[in-house]
């Protein structure tokens, strides 16, 4: 997973030019503090393990703390579908919810991105942000 993220910071700054002047929140692992304050300069939301359930699911406080947000548009660069992402961008309320295609992941975003086959992640990331780009 670390490695994934290590992959995605840069295209967390093409992001950020994109939806300029607008406030980006970054939901991440404590785990990934460092490594994110080191190369990009934003607003992190850091949950811990015990946030967690034992279903994977986040925990109700996580639920509660980024409802609190009001997002319009959630992004999930998880390159796999993660139910913790997943769910937590359901839940957020946000009416356009954007993840990298997975059968899994149909009833919790309504737009994804199609993996065309085995590209490498930087590719389906590049992708990801062309289509963010046309939409703004």
Do not use: W
Request: glycine share 4%.
């Amino acid at each position: 997973m670390r490695g994934h993220f290590e992959i995605a910071l840069p295209y967390l700054n093409q992001i950020k030019k994109i939806f300029k002047g607008r406030d980006i929140v970054y939901v991440l692992p404590q785990t990934f503090d460092k490594l994110f304050n080191e190369s990009v300069k934003g607003n992190p939301f850091y949950y811990q393990e015990k946030d967690i359930t034992y279903f994977s699911l986040p925990s109700k406080k996580v639920i509660n703390s980024l409802r609190k947000e009001q997002f319009d548009i959630t992004i999930s660069m998880n390159p796999d579908f993660d139910l913790f992402s997943a769910y937590t961008s359901l839940k957020s309320e946000a009416k356009l919810r954007i993840g990298l295609y997975d059968e899994k992941a149909e009833r919790y975003f309504n737009f994804q991105v199609k993996k065309d086959g085995d590209r490498l992640l930087g590719e389906k990331y590049n992708c990801l942000i062309k289509y963010l780009d046309m939409m703004v």
